[in-house]
């Protein structure tokens, strides 16, 4: 019999704030038999647990589906804001056997309309710049409370209490995005943590990717009785100010000063002091973009690290090694005299001397400083900043360290891992490890380029060649849908042109050509998750980025170029270009952007032919073969018998695209194989894109001993 388990919807378990009247519904199947497979399905549907259990199914009845689909678009009664959907499924298997109805899931929508909201956006410009500030709200409840949903947006980054509690495990929330255009909410269920009477609401809001502390939050109950209200909602009346940090910068760091602190100033028994003045708040200018529920996973603590070892370089200066390299930062566990202080420096290398290293951070300070408030043992860590590390240098400190004075805090989003490699090669093993953890480190809500130095941004060209490796990794399907429409929301209306970067703080408009990765995650999406709606849903913005590269075509050659094949081993760079020495010096950056324009023109076909758009599909097979036949035209070499000048990185990238005719494949591959055996005795010479592709064609052609 078939065993029905993971059940999902849009790819999550159990949502809170799902963004689509349509989602789709889904699940996995186990089975001790072996060729055991679904022959149909039936999916029911209720607005109550009660009434799916009494076999009330007033939202949705599919009745009996044929066929072995195990993801289904909801189709059931018209959904609206805030409404719950208790479902379950049953499959027959191969000999037209049911199954047992599954354990009943739920869904529940966000806010999904203006209307909805009730709050306004509140801040205190007036004062206080650069320190993290303090939201207090104090709220009566009058009867017994069924359920409760608290939705709150903070920008740059919030901490949520109630009732004197921590509200949630996540950090860095809410996930970054083109303010502007779009603004990502959390709503959180808070059944459990209202009670009748008074009730306390406290919000710390650092600086973040926005840097004006802004709250926008709305508390909503449905009592006992049946009765729903909006108990609280930001805008006039609440009261502000500022604490122990006193400081905080993404890149620069955090710093606390505990003799600030405010014991239980989220909870009702609170009583102001005189040291402490609470301001009313204003009324602000919202950042502009639309609302949206957060549906991709929250960024987390998802391990905690010791550190393996520790050193005294100079009297009084302690260097922790954590063992990893990895994203997050530390928890400090200190004892000393009130106003002590405790700095902490970040870097993944150190000099000779054994101190920290960070020139390659550039202007991040990426430093840490703890006051202590001088009552017994303390622990503390930054809420607002993050570091990309292996070394702490510890200055300071008062008392002789231990290795349990620090514990290593790894943030990233919470994908969840998926996929594990080990071989009998230790080579490999590390490789893999390394790669894992690379990406582990580079996911604070978008996949970034690096974790350290005064950047982080979501590079699309670094994805071009990354894409493929994280959706064997990890479950990706809601990270990377949410960072498709970071990209989007990138996009000029006019031209089609999409930025170099997203969400876009860095890089050109136009982007560089080589940004395949706008189409090719789509398409992963759609093979690795059967994910339709991400390839329709930004159809339209990947069709005009393909266009705007026609438009820049001469003869369908695109000679606009910034990056190409970014970062080769420097004796291959062009000595002072940018990125220290990092454009490619023997790879034309023309013949890498009318690659990638077939390569966009290619993925757009295959999507438009998926989702239905058929003379779409025909118009760009015909436009990318007619590049095609001019990249040939244009960069092929009779003489050497290869592409471009001939290296690697050309003819890999040409034999990857599968552009190559027939009649010149073996000429290209003998060239290829030469380039690495003997003439770069088994190197490579390739940037953070050809890399891939080389190993790739080495491998497809039968040479992975050299790949």
Known sequence: MLQIEDLRCDYAPSPLGVNNLHPNLSWKLSSHERAEFQSAYQIRAASSLLKLSRDAYDLWDTGKVAGDCQMVTYAGQALGSGVRVWWQVRVWDKDGQPSLFSE????????????DWSAEWTGFPAGWNGQALYFRKSFQVAKPVQRARLYISGLGCYELHLNGGKVGDSVLAPAWSTYAKRVYYNIYDVDHNIFTGENVIGVI???????????????????????????????????????????????GGETYDAR?????????????????????????DGPGGILVPETAPPVRITQRI????????????????????FAGWVRLRVSGKRGDKVTLKFSESLYPDGTINQENLRSAAATDVYYLKGEGIEQWEPRFTYHGFR????????????????KGCVMRSDNAPTGAFTSSSDLLNAIHKMVRWTEVSNEPSIPTDCPQRDERMGWLNDMAARSEQIVYNFDVARFLSKWISDIGDTQDPASGAITDTAPHRWGQRPADPVSVCYLLIPWLLYLHYGDKRTMSENYAGMRAWVDFLHRQADHDIVNYSYYGDWSPPAEE????????????????GALMSTGMSYYATDLLARIARVIGQETDAILYETHAKRIATAYHKRFYNPTTGGYGSNNQACNAFSLYLGIVPAAYQARVIENLVHDVCNIHSGHLTTG????????????????????
Not at 260 to 284: D, K, N, Y
Not at 689 to 707: G, P, S
């Open 205 to 251: 809001i650092g600086n973040g990717w926005y840097g004006t502390p802004s709250l926008l939050l709305q508390l909503t109950v449905t009592y006992e009785d049946g009765s729903c209200d909006v108990v609280c909602a930001s805008g006039a009346g609440w009261r502000v100010t500022h604490g122990p940090i006193v400081s905080n910068s993404l890149y």
């Open 260 to 284: 600030l602190e405010m014991p239980g100033w989220a909870s009702p028994a609170f009583a102001p002091t005189q040291q402490v003045t609470w301001s009313g708040t204003m009324i602000v």
């Open 573 to 588: 760079g062009v000595q002072g270009s940018i990125g220290s020495s990092a454009v490619s010096r023997n790879t034309p």
């Open 306 to 325: 010791a550190p393996v070892r520790f050193s005294e370089p100079k009297p009084q200066v302690y260097v922790f090694d954590m063992g990893q390299n």
């Open 391 to 406: 070394y702490v240098q510890v200055e300071g400190y008062p008392g002789e360290p231990t290795l349990d004075l620090l």
């Open 104 to 115: 009943p899931s739920v869904f529940e929508l966000g806010l999904l309309d203006k209307e």
């Open 688 to 707: 953070n894109l050809c890399t891939k592709y080389l190993l790739d064609c080495l491998t497809t052609v039968n040479r992975a001993d050299i790949a």
